[in-house]
């Protein structure tokens, strides 16, 4: 039986989020930060994540903060976002009601074609990168590389690693701490397209990189002390 009413009481605050996620979608992320601690906890949100078909986000969603201190958090996610908007060739998105920031890089821009090297464009975008990060230091990334559905996991799974592992190794060159980053390959086991086309294959490789609050982060909002 109690079984069944924490099922039932999961279900119930998944349901919540969906239905809040309309009303609070084009609000600052400060507001979102705030708002999404009075509908769930965060082991619903991981379940939520999951739900979505990515790990990566699933992660993050289940580290909501909430409340007053989501809220700072979002203030300040909302100031780097806008500084990683002015990069090209980067798509900037928050996550997790605004506590965090989503980075996608196209592999198109980022390397050749089943190589991990990385061109001399994507070079200069992610020296900026590297700058944003060092100027708000306070956080930590994490970087996970995908591939399409061609070829095997033999030579994707690989690959997608050694990609994640090119961007966490030049940020790191550019003097972001390594202590602050990880890197993972997800293969193709994770598309955000179709496999189908070949538009959908170019949007399946990619480069993914979550910005979240460190624990000294959450810490210092929770204190209501972070600016």
Known sequence: ???MKLTTA???CICLIFSNCETIKNTSNAVKGGAIGTVAGGA??????????????????????G????????????????????IEGAKVETVNEGEAIKVTFESGILFATNSSTLSNASKVSLTKFAE???????????????????????????????RAASVQNFLILQGVGSNRMI????GSSE???????????????RVEVF??????MINEAQQGTLK
């Not at 598309?191 to 490789?205: I, M």
Request: net charge positive; no cysteine.
């Open 211 to 216: 910005i979240l609050p460190s624990a000294n």
């Open 1 to 3: 039986m109690k079984v």
């Open 67 to 86: 409340g007053t201190a989501g809220a700072l958090i979002g203030n300040k996610m909302d100031k780097q976002k806008k500084e990683l908007e002015k």
């Open 44 to 65: 619903v949100g991981a379940g939520v994540g999951k739900i979505a078909g990515n790990t990566a986000v699933g992660a993050i969603i289940g580290a909501v903060v």
């Open 132 to 162: 944003s990060l060092k100027s708000n230091f306070d956080t930590r990334v994490e970087i996970y590389g995908h591939t399409d559905i061609t070829g095997s996991d033999n030579i994707n799974i690989p690959l997608s690693q050694q």
């Open 183 to 186: 890197s993972y390959g997800r």
């Open 10 to 12: 999961g279900i119930l």
């Open 191 to 205: 598309p955000v397209a179709s496999n189908e086309t070949k538009a959908g294959q170019a949007q399946n490789r």
